[in-house]
């Protein structure tokens, strides 16, 4: 399968500390993908370097063949990647179609003037624009939410809405920033088949950061695992789960030693 | 917990009502008020605003003793009220006495006010005698404060709006005599307004008129509202054609009817309303605050001048109809070449930044070094006035060009090229609030970072925000400088970016309609009322800190607030 | 979707005309300094005399300024209301000084003359500043940025007219000293004393705070806090206190620097805060906001080229009465350094270990 990103030897460093430190990384092209590793192991700061937020000091990202690792967020967008935030970051004061038609601001070519004219095409494009909006606002569940303020939303749905926005922006990869934080388990699970509708009925390929195990275990194809800004590891979900050093990342060195059965045994029990 | 002992904390309320009243006297206000009357002959609007401070240290002296009592306890409400007037009126008092009654007291050495005519008005013109009167009227007044709490709420809201039009109507008195008296009816006008207050009848009708007023809409107002929604459509539009139609009617008379002064007056407020929407385009839309936003209004202006000014510098040769849309343009190219270097820098910087800009484009307009193009300190003198008709030629320096038509000469004539404008830009402004661009000008104001990782490219939508925002305050100050037929660099004050500013943060930041009602308290009031005007700056400076402690999103809010409690409305209305 | 080619273009402008700005001050700099040296208008002596007067009047700056870069170290804020408390701890000293003069006392003991304005100015300053702080800033902690920027402009209007009515819009004479009047002749050039005793009060006042900061219980909180504000708070660290003292000292200087404005000028009024304050944040901004010693450093050098500026490279390009573009200087600096190099000479940072 051709892969759509490529990264190639990505560092990046904040004055002393290596955060990311010479990573190389695959996505094949409709996949699901995740990074996992201990809090602090570089994996939001990887998905920075990847849209753009923070440069990376070295090395080379290609998405689709085209080197991306200079150019701009807003560049980087275009070219179709798009992605959601550990935090949520939706634009608090404007309704949730707002939030989704402003991620739909690239594909809308009306110039101010023709806006201010109120000319016909734009009429027409500003009518095409809601609809879509209104079509992924269903898509994420939040039908008739569209007037809400984006901050009065309960806690699930801003989730979804800050997916809805991502994808208005059509998107080839979706970098999602740990989706399922804060959900419980019933959310957690309508989450991972929601994920695997975007991969399989909109043919989006995913990259993952997760804490929560089971949604990692249960839909990613590829794992990758980062410790200290370094790649540790790399497999199926049943090779990560074995893996000695991603145990020992996990749990700490007196795991290994104390014999792999029990720290196997615990670290799954974790996973589960 | 450990309660507070509420008579403490009563007299803490006082202490603090005292320490305003003293410094409202010191800082000037009570002798400047003075002037004006509320009632002719009984109470004087510098009066009037002494005892609004004990009444109002009185009333939360009592809400704070409800809040440690708990409710029903009238009587702890009601001393705590008195005692909280009391302390605030022997605070004044302690003032009165270290003023003393000499005709140089000591005290004003350091303080200029504290003059003798200030001690004439706190005794009440009786002098040293009558100590007593001001802590009596301090706890009558804190009194008032503390029973005005004990009303019920209906009441508290009708008495409310009884004061707010007696003390409008009051304030404006002079105006509407003169109103009412060139339109013929000098018995009315004299019978109710005063030279400088209501008079007793006047304010017994207003006071009383607003009460029953409003008590019947309060048991009637319902019923009139539904039956409003109940008439068919076509009566609906007629109703709001109707509303529209007067308003029309009034807005195209009023020059006419109210004379040079209010026509300058509300010239005055439509050039800030434009400056407002401009600035609001950047500030309120995009975020990005400009303290030298009067560079662009300076740049429109002294476009203008030089292309139309018949005096030294002038070109002579251009209409003002020619002119003004050049001036917009200029000002947006200038909105191009000052944003484009400011823009990366981010939040607070940017407004030093930009302040920066401002003095730097006022000190250059204003000095010997480019004298020669703009006139240095001298200005730019002689702007022809815009004519309808055909414009003869340019014949000498200093003769202004003839006019064969009709001549804008007067307040009143731009003041429809002022309120068009207006109106035209407030369309505008509305329309780019809804379109894409405006969408993305909000998502910067929230967040950056996320707007760009959508695809916003961040200059490009900035540079935009920064020039619409130019190019409405060109045309402000284009027709600023067409209205006083001369422009200084001194006029382009810091000052002026200061009163935009606090204008767009009164009305509500992002809000159209906000600019106006900012505008209109902020520049309209003032500028009719010259005791207010004399201490503008030093109310903007408490406007500015009180809204953002109190009320940050303004008096308007923007349209997305106002959407967010229509839809709770809905949903309300759907569980009904 | 590739990039468009007017966003390409776009981009092209930008980078462009920032070389453009950056090639064209420096040019005119360059050109207008030869030019200058060439006409050799100004003899060697001048030139000390504008260096001297720069650095007096930078090391007042830079007084002022460390105010801005302390509470901007522990706040993130930009303090607008800064310059007008310098204002009022001149106007403080003038009423403090006026009394003096007027029962001879400070014809009789000069420095003491001098000493005592100056506590008065800073006390009136670190009072007001609390003041304000409690009523306008605090309760805005954690608000959106632009907000507590809005209510100290607020807070500065407020100030500065609160000061006009109660005084006046007029201008007052500071008193002379006259033990500071004349000059020193210095290595053959003659020096005004008051320049001398102005440089050595803002340093001595300088040493100071840099000993507060670096060494005492207090100093090493606010550090802490300007670190990491919740970490300190679990180290037992009264934050609140800790920002309040930060006001009061910040604002001290300044009162500080308020007198030996007036002493330097010899004229007060409700609106001298405004200027000196805009530069004086431009120094801090050129020294790297929240860097103490950044502070000093930039108050000196925006002090030099002010006084130098007009003369050197002005002049040098024809411009005429150059001294009226002053302050355009400053501005243009504040901008420059906000465009190219925003952390400033020393870098950002109140914290660094080597501040």
């Known amino acids: 399968m051709a892969s759509i990103l490529t990264a190639n030897k990505v560092t990046k460093r904040f004055g002393g500390l290596t955060a990311v430190n010479a990573v190389d990384f695959e996505i094949p092209e409709k996949a699901i993908v ?79 003037f023709e806006s201010v004219l109120g000319l016909p095409n ?151 | 917990m450990k309660k507070e002992n509420f008579l403490w904390s009563s007299v803490k309320s006082g202490l603090l009502g005292g320490v305003i009243a003293i410094f409202i006297c010191l800082v000037g206000m009570t002798e400047v008020f003075s002037k004006r009357d509320v009632i002719e002959g009984v109470i004087t609007l510098g009066q009037f605003v002494l005892l609004a401070t004990s009444v109002v240290a009185g009333f939360i002296a009592s809400r704070r003793t409800i809040n440690l009592l708990g409710p029903n306890q009238p009587l702890p409400a009601l001393t705590a009220g008195l005692v909280a007037g009391l302390v605030t009126g022997l605070l004044v008092g302690l003032l009165i006495v270290s003023i003393g009654d000499s005709a140089e007291p000591a005290l004003r050495t350091i303080f200029l006010n504290a003059s003798p005519s200030l001690y004439q008005l706190l005794t009440f013109e009786k002098g040293a005698g009558n100590l007593w009167i001001m802590p009596t009227v301090g706890a009558i007044s804190g009194l008032l404060g503390a029973g ?70 309060n048991s009637r107002g319902k019923q009139i509202q539904s039956s409003v929604a109940k008439l068919p459509k076509g009566g609906q539009l007629a109703l709001r054609g109707t509303t529209i139609a007067l308003i029309a009617i009034v807005a195209l008379g009023l020059p006419q009817a109210s004379g040079p002064f209010i026509a300058q007056v509300i010239v005055t407020v439509a050039l800030f309303i434009l ?203 284009a027709i600023f400088a067409t209205l006083i037929g001369s422009i200084f660099a001194t006029s382009m004050q810091l000052l002026v970016s200061i009163n935009v500013v606090s204008l767009i943060i009164v009305g509500g930041m992002g809000s159209i309609p906000g600019v106006i009602v900012g505008s209109i308290a902020l520049i309209g009031l003032p500028e009719l009322l010259r005791e207010v005007s004399e201490f503008r700056y030093l109310l903007y400076g408490i406007t500015l800190i009180i809204m953002m402690l109190a009320k940050p999103e303004g008096l308007w809010p923007s349209q997305a607030t106002l959407r967010e409690l229509h839809h709770s409305e809905i949903e309300t209305d759907v569980k009904a | 979707m590739r990039t468009s080619l007017s966003e390409r273009l776009l981009d092209l402008v930008v980078s462009g005309f920032l070389w453009g700005i950056r090639i064209l001050i420096i040019t005119a700099i360059l050109f207008g300094t030869v030019a200058a040296i060439r006409a050799g208008k100004y003899t060697g002596e001048q030139w000390i005399d504008f260096v001297v007067f720069g650095i007096a009047q930078g090391s007042i700056y830079a007084l002022i300024a460390l105010g801005y870069t302390m509470v901007y170290g522990i706040l993130r804020m930009i303090n607008f209301a800064h310059g007008d408390i310098f204002m009022t701890g001149a106007f403080g000293a003038y009423f403090m000084a006026t009394w003096l003069n007027n029962i001879g006392f400070i014809d009789n003991n000069p420095l003491l003359g001098f000493v005592i304005p100056i506590l008065f100015a800073m006390l009136v300053s670190a009072g007001i500043a609390m003041l304000v702080e409690r009523i306008a800033y605090r309760p805005l902690r954690g608000a959106p940025r632009l907000v507590p920027l809005i209510s100290a402009i607020g807070a500065s209007f407020f100030l500065e007219y609160a000061f006009r009515g109660f005084f006046g819009p007029g201008k007052y004479a500071y008193p002379p000293i006259k033990a500071l009047e004349g000059s020193w002749t210095i290595m053959g050039v003659g020096i005004l004393k008051i320049q001398v005793i102005v440089t050595i009060a803002a340093f001595v006042m300088m040493a100071t705070l840099y000993y507060i900061v670096m060494f005492t219980k207090m100093g090493k909180a606010m550090r802490a806090v300007s670190e990491n504000k919740d970490t300190a708070a679990l180290m037992g660290i009264d934050i609140n206190r800790i920002i309040v003292s930060t006001f009061a000292i910040g604002a001290a200087m300044a009162g500080a620097a308020g007198v030996l404005f007036s002493l330097v000028y010899r004229q007060i009024d409700f609106f001298m805060g405004f200027t000196p304050g805009i530069k004086a944040f431009t120094a801090a901004v050129l020294g790297g906001i929240g860097n103490i010693p950044g502070a000093m450093v930039g108050g000196i050098v925006l002090g030099i080229f002010e006084s130098v500026g007009p003369s050197l490279f002005l002049e040098g390009l024809g411009i005429p009465r150059p001294y009226q573009l002053k302050d355009v200087i400053a501005f243009t600096m504040l901008v420059m350094i906000l465009l190219f190099r925003p952390s400033g000479i020393l870098g950002e940072r109140l914290t660094t270990k080597k501040a």
């Open chain 2, 148 to 217: 005005y709490l004990l009303l019920a709420e209906m009441f508290r809201r009708t008495i409310n709006r009884a004061l707010l039009v007696m003390v409008f109507m009051a304030l404006f008195s002079n105006l509407f005599r003169v109103i009412f008296i060139n339109q013929g009816m000098e018995g009315f006008a004299k019978f109710i307004f005063g030279q400088t207050g209501l008079t007793i009848p006047g304010t017994l009708i207003f006071f009383f008129g607003v009460i029953l007023i409003s008590l019947f809409w």
């Open chain 1, 122 to 272: 734009v009429i027409k494009e500003e009518k095409n624009a809601l609809a879509e909006a209104q079509r992924l606002l269903n898509f994420v569940d939040l039908k008739g939410k569209g007037d809400m303020l984006a901050r009065n939303l309960p806690y699930g749905a801003q989730r979804r809405l800050e997916i809805a926005r991502a994808l208005a922006t059509k998107p080839k990869l979706l970098l999602l920033d740990e989706p399922s934080a804060g959900m419980n388990p019933r959310e957690t699970e309508d989450l991972t088949a929601f994920i695997r509708r975007l991969r399989d009925e909109l043919g989006i390929t995913i990259l993952l950061i997760e804490h929560h195990m089971r949604v990692v275990m249960g839909i990613s194809e590829n794992i990758t695992v980062l410790d200290y800004g370094e790649k540790i590891a790399e497999g199926t979900p049943a090779q990560i789960q074995s893996n000695p050093r991603v145990i020992e990342a996990y749990l700490g060195r007196g795991a290994a030693t104390e014999g792999m059965a029990t720290a196997h045994e615990r670290f799954t029990k974790k996973a589960g």
């Open chain 2, 275 to 477: 400056m407002g929407l401009g600035l609001n385009i950047t500030l309120g839309f995009a975020g990005l605050l400009d303290l030298g936003f009067v560079a662009f209004y300076a740049i429109g202006a002294y476009t203008v001048g030089l292309l139309t000014s018949y005096g030294e510098f002038g070109m002579q040769h251009i209409s003002f109809w020619v002119a003004v849309p050049i001036a917009v343009i200029v000002a947006m190219g200038a909105g191009f070449v000052l944003g484009l270097p400011v823009l990366g820098v981010r939040g607070d910087y940017l407004a030093i930044a930009t302040l920066g800009f401002g003095e730097i484009v006022r000190l250059l307009a204003g000095s010997d070094f480019l004298l020669p193009y703009f006139g240095g300190p001298q200005g730019i003198i002689g702007i022809q006035k815009p004519c309808i008709g055909i414009l003869e030629p340019f014949v000498k320096i200093d003769v202004p060009r003839i006019c064969n038509g009709y001549e804008m000469g007067k307040p009143q004539d731009i003041y429809y090229i002022a309120v068009a404008s207006a109106l035209l830009i407030a369309f505008v402004a509305w329309r780019l609030r809804e379109s894409r661009l405006g969408r993305a000008w909000m998502a910067i104001r929230e967040d950056e970072d996320v707007a760009e990782a959508l695809g916003i490219n961040l200059i490009q939508t900035k540079l935009l925000a920064y020039m619409l925002g130019a190019a409405m305050a060109g045309l402000g100050g």
């Open chain 1, 34 to 112: 995740s990074i996992i590793g201990p809090n602090g192991a570089g994996k939001t700061t990887f998905f920075n370097c990847i849209t753009g937020f923070g440069k990376c000091d070295e090395g080379e990202i290609l998405f689709e063949g085209t080197p991306i690792q200079r150019l701009r967020p807003d560049q980087i967008t275009k070219l179709g990647i798009s992605r959601t935030y550990q935090n949520i970051r939706l634009f608090a004061d404007m309704s949730a179609l707002e939030n989704i038609l402003v991620g739909q601001h690239v594909f809308l070519k009306a110039p101010w």
